[in-house]
């Protein structure tokens, strides 16, 4: 096997005796005579095991026991005790102090060899599970290190600041959770006219997700050819419907593509005139909140992106000065309590309890509503909620 045993006895008879056993065996064998000689053998070269004898002259078996235990470098060499001692009290100390096993004299050449292969088998087990564990923390590591990255990837691609819009007043809450999910929303200039908005939820968490939903964001970008068209033999550019955005993020996302759906509430605002058309694929419906007037969901659409759903449907609605929309993902309306209840039911609660109130107070309440909801409760999934309101011409 090509282990190295120390034996420690006081004993000339005894040392050849168990060397001789040893050797046959197979084993390395280093012999000290004492409890000193034997702390300095293993600061020079730590053996495999060490079989030590409890009286010895000097410092005895139990003292350098607990020397060797005491110090990390040496603490996990498995030790085995010889004693011509039968007290049970002795042994119960000996393993007390951190040893593996004891063995009585006179020696039994097979018990040696058992007791001593088991241990030495031990210890390689140990040292196999203790490398597989600092493999594991390694490509722990790594694995926290690419989450880092691509949370860091998809935080930017959130808004930093509110983006400068005409005629808009733009705020949003974004409380990502430990684990990084698919949740991306943003505002975006299409032309000078209109604007692109949008929320998205991608399933799942971790990197895969995540990365989809930049792809996805990136489709959402006039260059990408989606959101903005430039159709052969005219000049002008055209801005896509929602439905044919959804349409066509449809075709560009299959499920076995990235085998990953998302879901999206797409929305385009004339920022002139107020005019406001929307369609949602399996997303939460976004809130109307008019100035005057009841909350409104703004719920036509269809199936979730990448399935391959025919059936899109798309609302148009006139926005006045003072109306306000709200886009949020289901981890707003799925937020837990820690009892297994959902904040759902107090969203539409508490937008109506705010409208008085500036965009950005309205996204801080709904932040402190969230957390003593949740009375400490950890998200388990993004808290996402995009708001605008429109200031109408003058």
Not at 48 to 68: Q, R, S, Y
Not at 118 to 144: C, G
Not at 232 to 256: C, H, K, N, Q
Request: hydrophobic letters at 40%; proline letters at 6%.
């Amino acid at each position: 096997m090509g282990e190295t045993v120390l034996v420690v006895d006081d004993t000339p008879v005894n040392q050849k005796l168990l060397s001789s056993i040893l050797r046959r065996s197979g084993h390395g064998v280093e012999v000290a005579a004492d409890g000193i000689q034997a702390l300095a053998a293993v600061a020079a070269s730590p053996p495999d095991l060490i079989l030590l004898d409890v009286m010895m002259p000097g410092k005895d078996g139990f003292t350098v026991c607990a020397e060797l235990k005491a110090d990390p470098a040496t603490a996990d060499i498995p030790i085995i005790f010889l004693s011509a001692m039968g007290e049970v009290a002795d042994k119960v100390k000996g393993l007390e102090l951190g040893a593996a096993d004891y063995i009585a004299k006179p020696f039994d050449s097979a018990e040696v060899l058992a007791r001593t292969n088991t241990q030495l088998r031990l210890r390689r087990l140990n040292q196999s599970l203790v490398r597989a564990n600092q493999d594991l923390k390694a490509k722990q590591l790594l694995l926290e290190e690419d989450l880092r990255a691509a949370a860091d990837v998809q935080r930017a691609l959130i808004p930093q600041v509110s983006p400068r819009v005409r005629h808009l007043a733009v705020s949003w809450v974004f409380e990502p959770c430990s684990s990084i999910g698919g949740d991306i929303f943003n505002v975006v200039s299409l032309d000078d006219r209109h604007v692109g908005i949008y929320m998205l939820d991608v399933s799942g968490h971790g990197v895969p997700p995540a990365m989809v939903s930049v792809l996805a964001s990136q489709s959402l970008t006039p260059n990408a050819g989606i959101v903005v068209r430039s159709p052969e033999g005219s000049a002008p550019l055209l801005i896509s419907t929602p439905e044919e955005v959804l349409r066509a993020l449809d075709r560009e996302y299959p499920i076995d593509r990235f085998e990953r759906f998302f879901t999206i509430s797409y929305l385009v605002l004339e920022v002139e005139t107020g005019r406001l058309t929307y369609s949602s694929a399996g997303h939460p419906p976004p809130v109307l909140l008019p100035r005057q007037g009841g909350l409104r969901l703004l719920e036509e659409g269809g199936g979730i992106i990448g399935v391959g759903d025919p059936v899109i449907d798309m609302g148009e609605v006139q926005l006045e000065k003072g109306d306000r929309v709200f886009l949020y993902t289901d981890g707003i309306t799925e937020y837990e309590d820690g009892e297994g209840g959902l904040y759902g039911p107090r969203l539409h609660e508490l937008l109506q309890a705010t409208r008085g109130l500036e965009l950005p107070d309205v996204c801080e309440r709904l932040r402190q509503s969230l957390r003593d909801f949740g009375r400490g409760t950890a998200p388990h999934d993004d808290v996402s909620l995009l708001a605008f309101e429109y200031l109408g011409k003058d």
